[in-house]
């Protein structure tokens, strides 16, 4: 959707840092070095 568009690279982080911190408690599993490529 748009908003999801227009995240920005602050949104991605902030995506990337919420689920890097949920696989070092075990609630997701671990990210692959491109599980978040964005376009």
Do not use: I, K, Q
Request: proline content about 10%.
């Amino acid at each position: 959707n748009e908003f999801t568009a227009d995240l920005g690279e602050d949104g991605y982080a902030a995506v990337r840092g919420l689920l890097t911190r949920a696989a070092a408690e075990g609630l997701v599993p671990p990210l692959g070095p491109d599980a978040l490529a964005f376009p």
